[in-house]
T-cell receptor, first 109, second 117 residues
Framework: RKEVEQDPGPFNVPEGATVAFNCTYS??????FFWYRQDCRKEPKLLMS???SGNEDGRFTAQLNRASQYISLLIRDSKLSDSATYLC??????????FGPGTRLSVLP | EAGVAQSPRYKIIEKRQSVAFWCNPI?????LYWYQQILGQGPKLLIQ????????DSQLPKDRFSAERLKGVDSTLKIQPAKLEDSAVYLC???????????????FGEGSWLTVV
């Protein structure tokens, strides 16, 4: 079983749509979670950390469900510039970071 | 603040040849990581250094890959001999510390693109 799994995608949505990505992690000891964004042929960049109570940053909302070992990312009012691959990340016993395979999003005009 | 620097950006080699990648982390970052990212997949950790010591190299193919971080700053990753399946982006990253705590995140370099033909 992979340590971090994500929706396979790709997600093709029209501008202005709301889209949600799901992620599950297998290590119940994981404490820190993140969403990274990766543009085509670029390096991953931190989008947001994920906190237990859930957190919001503008159009982006991240939620964590420890009981189900599940993380989500919601993007409201999608923009063309949101087109990218979204990587879910969980820590590995507080030592390093495990990345999921990524979910590709294409926002269409 | 300068980011993570990597070189070369692109490299094409024939199988069985060797290649080396260099990384300079963000100043003050004690932890350095090398990730391998194959097209269409997420980054996979190859090796993690804390200062100049190895913390995790469980996924490093040690028969052909080696890495070092002398003096706890710059690092090099070497592949010898290369195989076709080594074609990937090699991402160097750094963070303040190994232990995860609130606010500790990884910052990536632009990557070194390797094509093995």
């Amino acid at each position: 079983r992979k340590e971090v799994e994500q929706d396979p995608g790709p997600f093709n949505v029209p501008e202005g749509a709301t889209v949600a990505f799901n992620c599950t992690y297998s290590n119940s000891a994981s404490q820190s979670f993140f969403w990274y964004r990766q543009d085509c042929r670029k390096e991953p960049k931190l989008l947001m950390s994920v906190y237990s109570s859930g957190n919001e940053d503008g159009r982006f909302t991240a939620q964590l469900n420890r009981a189900s070992q599940y993380i989500s990312l919601l993007i409201r009012d999608s923009k063309l510039s949101d087109s990218a691959t979204y990587l879910c990340v969980a820590d590995n016993y507080g030592q390093n970071f495990v990345f999921g395979p990524g979910t590709r999003l294409s926002v269409l005009p | 603040e300068a980011g993570v620097a990597q070189s070369p950006r692109y490299k094409i080699i024939e199988k069985r040849q060797s290649v080396a990648f260099w990384c300079n982390p963000i100043s003050g970052h004690a932890t350095l990581y090398w990730y391998q990212q194959i097209l269409g997949q997420g980054p996979k950790l190859l090796i993690q250094f804390q200062n100049n010591g190895v913390v995790d190299d469980s996924q490093l193919p040690k028969d052909r890959f080696s890495a070092e971080r002398l003096k706890g700053v710059d690092s090099t990753l070497k592949i010898q001999p290369a195989k076709l399946e080594d074609s990937a982006v090699y991402l160097c990253a750094s963070s303040l510390a190994a232990a995860t705590f609130s606010g500790n995140t990884i910052y990536f370099g632009e990557g070194s693109w390797l094509t093995v033909v």
